[in-house]
């Protein structure tokens, strides 16, 4: 089952920078920490991953704290097509699934 | 950019029948994976495959599920005899390797109406 906790739902102001958290306190040694989102019911889409190190690509960055008990997805200039549902999860090491929790619900707003 | 592509994008059936679900995965992938979501609740596993056999299914996954890779481009759920709760989006993805340290990229599902 996921192993994290996220903020069932936020809002962000268009332009601002969109920071979302999640909890993540049981994650073993070897887990990696990933992000997706999901639109409107259409696909899971992948954003980022991280295991130790913060990291960064074209759609966001990743903060994971020292002890990687939690991390932090930063979208930078949210627009109103990142009005998403927004999974942390800790990749499990005995199987190749994801668990998918309940997310947040980020709502961009004008 | 490569997309994971699904027909049909809705389907209706009435309950009892077969359905069967295609999935078009990236070319140079090689695992495969299925999800559903039930309207209203989490993105679910059900099976994820490679070298024409499965690697791994919940329990969601029962007698009543299959899944195929009829030719080199193709990969296939079939529900044998649906039933009113298998009604929900299904997805399928795909990726280059199992336990990818990568994502997977997911097609934009086929809604499953069972009536």
């Known amino acids: 089952d996921a192993k994290t906790t996220q903020p069932p739902s936020m809002d962000c102001a268009e332009g601002r920078a969109a920071n979302l958290p999640c909890n993540h306190s049981?994650?073993?040694?070897?887990?990696?920490v990933y992000w997706y989102r999901q639109i409107h019911s259409q696909g899971p889409q992948y954003i980022i991953h991280g295991l130790k190190n913060n990291e960064t690509n074209e759609m966001a960055s990743l903060i994971i704290t020292e002890d990687r008990k939690s991390s932090t997805l930063i979208l930078p200039h949210a627009t109103l097509r990142d009005t998403a549902v927004y999974y942390c999860?800790?990749?499990?090491?005995?199987?190749?699934?994801?668990?998918f929790g309940t997310g947040t619900s980020l709502t961009v707003i004008p | 950019e490569p997309e994971v592509t699904q027909t049909p994008s809705h389907q209706v059936t009435q309950m009892g029948q077969e359905v069967i679900l295609r999935c078009v995965p990236i070319?140079?992938?090689?695992?495969f994976y299925w999800y559903r979501q039930i309207l209203g609740q989490k993105v679910e596993f059900l099976v994820s495959?490679?070298?024409?056999?499965?690697?791994?299914k919940s329990e969601i996954f029962d007698d009543q599920f299959s899944v195929e890779r009829p030719d080199g481009s193709n990969f296939t759920l079939k529900i044998r005899s649906t039933k009113l709760e298998d009604s929900a989006m299904y997805f399928c993805?795909?990726?280059?390797?199992?336990?990818?340290?990568?994502?997977?990229?997911f097609g934009s599902g086929t809604r499953l109406t069972v009536v």
């Open positions: 999860i800790v990749r499990q090491n005995t199987g190749n699934q994801f668990y």
């Open positions: 070319s140079n992938h090689l695992y």
């Open positions: 049981t994650i073993s040694g070897n887990e990696y």
């Open positions: 993805a795909s990726s280059e390797e199992a336990r990818s340290i990568g994502g997977y990229t």
């Open positions: 495959f490679y070298n024409n056999e499965i690697s791994e």
